[in-house]
């Protein structure tokens, strides 16, 4: 009790501090930043619109620095990855434990930092970011970034990265006015640098005019702008792939020629579309996919567990896995000896993943594949039907396990056509189309 005492102060004195610096905001005629933590509603825009994107926030060393804990809170809140950088200056106005503390990563702050340096930290940075976006960007980081200088991390990591890169002004009117202003935001917007804002209004100064940095709303709403959103964005899918592994005895196993591909292609394009992807895989030779969280199983009762543990929440579940159909009773403890001609293996049929996901009170769209060698349209159709399937996807065996390339039918309760043949990755994007689409006809309500 002493603990969650001791705990219940320091929120109190938190949020006591907070008022106390909106109300000093405010008097400077900045929009109050009191509520960050516990604003009554964000925009129902940006929810989880940023699903799977990295966003690294740079804040240099102006009084509009406060607005960038509010701009991490929402971007964070739209599913991004948030990792900020801060210039020397910018921990005068606002600590790198504040951002630190609503980003969940830690702050970069020193190019020469010995640590992170040992593994190029900077280039890392650089390259680790879909976009970067500095906010607020003083007349002095536009002049030095306009002029390719790399004498802190912030400007180091710019020139290094590829990304689109956006910065948000934050001036004195006067300043943002001059001309030699004007030239260095010109120059950049010529190398495609977005260049947001700045607002209007009264300034910290007492000046009005232009030189506002723009609020966080405005700045999470063009940072999504910046991403082509698909109707996957911030869905959760789970997907299974791979075979699986049951144990005869510590040296064999029954298991199946899938490679995995399949599960592999759809888990990666599923992330890149924006979607919240984890891939209960059996065991394969396979990379795991960018921004994928993939559990390791081997037997099918494993991968039912995972599944089961995985599966509240879950928008889409996506059976793609050669699960064995039947395992060994009770497979041997110490290696089987070949005493005999003849061997008979008791075997007892394992559990039906997909049909136990699709049986569940409050069940995900469900999509079951069907790896066939015979009347394959005939046996997908039995399948979605008994299984209680949204879509099955069918294909020929031999010709796809292991194989680079697939063609599929998809099949539904309402349609059926067919899908390549072309490379998995590419029909996996045609499958996520037809996915996507049952999702939508199955959970948003149609008007009368």
Known sequence: MGLFNKHSEIIREASLFRRNCAQVFDLLGYRSFAFIYDSPQDSAAIMRSLTNKRILLGVTGGIAAYKSAELTRMLVKAGAEVRVAMTPSAIEFITPLTMQALSGQRVHLDLLDADAEAGMGHIELARWADLIVVAPATADFIARMTHGQADDLLTTVVLASTAPIAIAPAMNQAMWADDITQNNLEALQNRSINVWGPASGKQACGDVGPGRMIEPQEIADRCIGVFNTTRLTGLKILITGGPTQEAIDPVRFISNYSSGKMAFALAAEAAEAGAQVTLVSGPVHLTTPDRVSRIDVKSAEQMLDAVMDHVAGTDIFIGVAAVADYRPVAPEEQKIKKTKNTMTLPLVKNPDIISRVATLSSAPVVIGFAAETENIEANAKEKLQSKGLDLVFANLAAET????????????????????????????????????????????????
């Open 401 to 448: 396990f292991n194989s680079n390339d697939a063609s599929v039918i998809a099949l539904s309760r309402q349609s059926q056509q067919t899908l390549g043949p072309g490379s998995k990755r590419s029909i996996a994007r045609l499958m996520l189309d037809l996915i996507a689409e049952h999702f939508e006809k199955k959970t948003i309500p149609t008007e009368a």
